[in-house]
């Protein structure tokens, strides 16, 4: 089923057992507030910095809970063997290492311990590749994976590698466990499966996981021992987005992980952008037409009450002209953002234009309708609106109806003369069709 009403255009909220700061051990100055600055641009996290392994263990002797990931470099002048990732390991977090310097020996001796990834000091283009995984870990907390592999070691290897990222990961142990969860959970964006499974195999849970998502909704990773080319092919055909053979290197397998995710991602963006209002993160007109069309039809069908809503910020002009169009913009936004939060999931909210909203609304009656329509305005009344160092407050007018009519573009014609008539009343008021039952 389709959400009908958009929460503002953020990112899902990261899991609860996830911190929000990222710990930057470094003893270049320099380098910390340059990642500290990039964490906080790109990845939208604040960070702690600490100059030795002394600092560190300090910082994490208190609620090392706080923090999301750490960054470590890999030579600290009390920690030259890297004694840094042990520490930070120890608190189960996970961490990104910085070497100035890189061989096959270095590689081998960091990618024994399980990191997320290395990188090299090198340049500036590194230190946003960091921010960057900072930014995908941060993201992971809320994306769900389903391993599917009938080997409890092999699960558990699996898992234990995902969660290295803080992605979010299920278990089960053949195809048929696999549908049922998949049933269960919602949210599931990435499932990687083995071939050979007893009661479902990897072939034919792929066949059936296929029949009711895309591969734009849904990625599948196949991983089998069997380094058979035909194999691959069997599964890349049957629907999986991509396949890893066993045994692989960690980095290859995060590598496939992370693009298949953002694969995903991606295609949620653009559609969203396609959807979506770009100021408020609200459904666009078309959207709003396109899905209340759907629920108009079928509201006449089976003779369902359906509230059509048109709102307005009053005076918007004025608010435009005095303090500017981008205060404008900030107040169009934090409307929306109070509107969606004033409306239920199954509502259909939408920006109608400029700094015009609407709303079809099902399941309320003449009465309940009256006691949304009370909230949403004295929520935009009563909520001050900071723009740079101005506080500013706006009201709104609003129009609904009930009735029916004989299309969509009807209704919300008759939800507009209403919003007419609160406009005319003197703003700042809410106006019900006098039609209606
Ligand atoms: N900042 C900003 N302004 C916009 C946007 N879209 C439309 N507007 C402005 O919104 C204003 C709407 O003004 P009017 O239609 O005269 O209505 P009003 O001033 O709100 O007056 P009433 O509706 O009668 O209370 C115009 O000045 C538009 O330029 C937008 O995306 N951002």
């Not at 809970?65 to 977090?93: M, Y």
């Not at 283009?125 to 994976?145: G, Q, W, Y």
């Amino acid at each position: 089923m389709t959400p009908t009403t958009p929460p503002p255009a953020t990112p899902a909220a990261p899991s609860a057992n996830a911190g929000e700061r990222v710990l930057l051990i470094d003893d270049s100055q320099a380098i910390s507030r340059l990642l500290r600055a990039c964490c906080q641009d790109i990845a939208g996290v604040e960070s702690e910095i600490a100059g030795s392994l002394a600092e560190a263990q300090a910082l994490l002797s208190h609620n090392p809970q706080r923090f999301l990931a750490a960054v470590v470099d890999l030579n600290l002048p009390d920690a030259i063997e890297g004694e840094a990732i042990d520490l930070v390991q120890a608190h189960d977090l996970p961490v990104i290492v910085l070497t100035a310097h890189y061989d096959e020996a270095i590689r081998e001796r960091i990618l024994a311990k399980n990191i997320v990834d290395y990188l090299l000091k090198s340049s500036l283009h590194e230190i946003d590749h960091v921010a960057a995984l900072v930014r995908r870990i941060h993201r992971n907390c809320s994306v769900k994976v389903l391993v599917v592999d009938d080997s409890r070691s092999f699960r558990n290897y699996l898992v234990k590698l995902l969660e290295q990222h803080r992605l979010h990961v299920l278990q089960a142990e053949n195809g048929r466990v696999a549908l049922d969860i998949m049933r269960s959970e919602t949210g599931i964006e990435l499932v990687i499966t083995d071939y050979n499974m007893p009661e479902m195999d990897g072939l034919a849970l792929i066949s059936a996981l296929r029949q009711q998502y895309s591969r734009s909704e849904l990625a599948i990773i196949g991983i089998s021992e069997l380094s058979s080319s035909a194999l691959s092919a069997r599964l890349l055909k049957s629907g999986a987005n991509d396949f890893i053979t066993k045994p692989f290197l960690v980095e290859e397998f995060y590598c496939r992980i992370i693009q298949n995710i953002e694969q995903i991602e991606l295609i949620r963006a653009i559609r969203d952008s396609a959807l979506r209002d770009y100021l408020t993160g609200l459904y666009n007109r078309r959207h709003f037409f396109s899905a209340g069309e759907t629920l108009h039809a079928a509201a006449r069908r089976r003779q369902m009450a359906v509230a059509a809503v048109m709102l307005d910020i009053d005076h918007f002009k004025r608010v435009n002209d005095t303090y500017g169009h981008l205060a404008g913009d900030r107040v169009i936004k934090q409307v929306a953002t109070i509107l969606a939060s004033g409306v239920r999931e199954a509502d259909l909210l939408g920006r109608y234009g400029g700094e015009e909203f609407c709303i079809l609304l099902t399941g309320t009656d003449r009465d309940y309708l009256a006691v949304i329509l009370e909230r949403l305005r004295s929520a935009v009344e009563s909520t001050p609106i900071v723009h740079e160092d101005q506080t500013l407050s706006v009201t709104i007018s609003l129009g609904a109806t009930f009735d029916l009519s004989e299309s969509l573009q009807a209704m919300i014609d008759r939800a507009d003369a209403c919003l007419y008539r609160a406009k005319q009343g003197g703003r700042n008021r809410f106006v019900i069709d006098d039609a209606d039952g």
